[in-house]
């Protein structure tokens, strides 16, 4: 049974893990594939930020952030990351974080979700979140630098939480 909850101090080593294992291939976010554990955790715990982890059996199998895509004015707008266990895959863990993101979103009072960064050659990302009723709302040419495609495009994704 997949439980999704806050993060606690407890989940920083199991986040580590998964967070360096996705980041280390470089093919599905803009972070350093040598990124330090300080840095990762810095960022997935920073002070806006709210940190989920999906546990399956006392085992954390997944964790997603949700934080304000911007500051003042935009920051009704939501942001989220999401990363899953690689042996997890394919057992909707990134599914069911992301409705639980969509609706603690609508709880903290957000107007919409916006990701900035979505590689094209994610396909499977892509496909979940347009299932979830994400439209790419923007491309842009050439943008990562994928470790085995080359240069390939990333779109920017949103959706209305109204």
């Not at 911007?70 to 939501?78: K, M, R, Y």
Request: glycine residues 10%; contains cysteine; proline residues 4%.
């Amino acid at each position: 049974m997949l439980e999704i909850r806050a993060a606690t101090e407890a989940d920083r080593d199991a986040i580590w893990d998964i967070f360096h294992a996705i980041v280390a291939t470089g093919d599905t976010y803009a972070f350093e594939p040598e990124m330090s554990r300080r840095e990762a955790l810095a960022y997935w715990f920073r002070a806006d930020t709210h940190t989920y982890v999906a546990e399956n059996d006392g085992r954390v199998v997944g964790t997603y952030i949700l934080r304000p895509n911007q500051t003042g004015p935009g920051s009704h707008v939501a942001n989220a990351a999401f990363m899953v266990a690689p042996d997890t895959r394919g057992l909707q863990v990134g599914r069911r974080m992301g409705e639980h993101c969509l609706g603690g979103a609508r709880r903290l009072g957000f107007r919409a979700m916006q990701f900035n960064f979505v590689i094209s050659s994610n396909t499977s990302a892509i496909h979940l979140w347009q299932k979830l009723g994400f439209n790419i709302v923007g491309t842009l040419p050439g943008a990562f630098r994928h470790p085995e495609k080359g240069y390939v495009d990333v779109y920017v994704m949103f959706r209305s939480l109204l």
